[in-house]
């Protein structure tokens, strides 16, 4: 069955560290795969998508993430985290046929300490 | 930039009432979706939408229906709300596989059913 694993419920990190949220799938083909942030009170936000090519993704707000085939796994990075990364964090993944559906992971909740 | 608006962004309602909750887009996309979120278990796909009156049941479509009359909204409908139906709704509009759209949402309906 088709599904997304986000390991981590919750993560603290401090201000200025480095960050990596782990996101392993269970998919048919290479899917297409997303990152996506919720704000408290705020709906979902796309960070980046893997669609082809490069395996390395750059999104917004200065975040990564590398799609590994060999692992079925699409980790996001961000070097240096601020206070206002402080969200919940969705990983994606999504078929090629018109009939897809995407389906989330359960998310991982990033708390930044001063 | 895309926009996704709900009608609301808190409803509390009774348990029995019949709930309407709507969704309108401005990128003239042709898909729309209705997941509920919930803590534990990320997002849920409830119904989605391809064309104009056209819909097909996500994966927990127990207890709802949608309407599409219109390519721009979007409306998902409680028959007899359930206190288990105390959620956030989050509509999205957008990419369902096959092309290299995705899936843009909007911020949330909170519903609370006493």
């Known amino acids: 069955a088709q599904s997304v694993t986000q390991p981590d419920i919750h993560i603290t990190v401090s201000e200025g560290a480095s960050l990596e949220l782990r996101c392993n799938y269970s998919?048919?083909?290479?899917?297409?795969l997303f990152w996506y942030v919720q704000s408290p009170g705020q709906g979902l936000q796309l960070l980046l998508k893997?669609?082809?090519?490069?395996?390395l993704v750059q999104g917004i707000k200065g975040f990564e993430a590398e799609f590994k085939r060999s692992q079925s796994s699409f980790n996001l990075r961000k070097p240096s985290v601020h206070w206002s990364d402080a969200a919940e964090y969705f990983c994606?993944?999504?078929?090629?046929?018109?009939?897809?559906?995407?389906?989330f992971g359960s998310g991982t909740r990033l708390s930044i300490r001063p | 930039d895309v926009k996704v608006t709900q009608s609301s962004r808190y409803l509390v309602k009774r348990t029995g009432e019949k709930v309407f909750l709507e969704c309108v887009q401005d990128?003239?996309?042709?898909?729309m979706f209705w997941y509920r979120q919930d803590p534990g278990l990320g997002l849920r796909l409830i119904y989605f939408?391809?064309?104009?009156?056209?819909?097909e049941k996500g994966d927990i479509p127990e207890g709802y229906s949608v309407s599409r009359e219109k390519k721009e909204r979007f409306s998902l409908i409680l028959e007899s709300a359930s206190t288990n139906q105390t959620s956030m709704y989050l509509c999205?509009?957008?990419?369902?596989?096959?092309?290299?759209?995705?899936?843009?949402f909007g911020p949330g309906t909170r519903l609370t059913v006493l």
């Open positions: 999205a509009s957008g990419g369902a596989g096959g092309n290299t759209d995705t899936q843009y």
């Open positions: 998919y048919g083909a290479t899917p297409y």
């Open positions: 893997y669609f082809s090519g490069d395996t």
């Open positions: 994606a993944v999504m078929g090629y046929s018109s009939a897809s559906k995407i389906i």
């Open positions: 990128m003239d996309h042709e898909n």
């Open positions: 939408s391809y064309d104009v009156k056209m819909k």
